[in-house]
C-alpha cells in the first residue's frame, strides 16, 4: 500500500516540513495566549483565541505523524 500522505521530512525551501510545522505552531500558541489575555482582560479577542487554538490543534495533530523507520537518514545501524 502506498503511503499517500505528505512527506514531513522532505525539504521545504531551507527547512523539512516540520520545521515550518513547528513555526507554525509557535504562531499559533502566540495568538492562542494573545487572544485569551483580551478575553480575561475585558472579553475581546475571542476569534484570535479561536485561530490560535485551531492552528495549534491542527499542528499537533500534523506532526505527531513518526518518520519513515526506512528511510535512510533515520538508521540507527
Known amino acids: ?5 505528505t512527506n514531513l521530512d522532505r ?3 531551507p527547512w523539512t516540513g516540520r520545521v515550518w510545522g513547528l513555526i507554525l505552531n509557535f504562531i499559533g500558541n502566540g495568538l492562542a495566549i494573545y487572544g485569551a489575555i483580551g ?7 475571542m476569534p484570535m483565541l479561536i485561530i490560535g487554538l485551531l492552528l495549534t490543534v491542527s499542528c499537533i495533530l500534523l506532526l505527531a505523524r513518526p518518520c519513515n523507520p526506512t528511510d535512510e537518514r533515520h538508521s540507527t545501524e
Do not use: P, W
Not at 478575553?39 to 479577542?45: I, T
Open 1 to 5: 500500500m502506498v503511503d499517500k500522505m
Open 11 to 13: 525539504r521545504l525551501g
Open 39 to 45: 478575553v480575561v482582560c475585558d472579553g475581546s479577542r
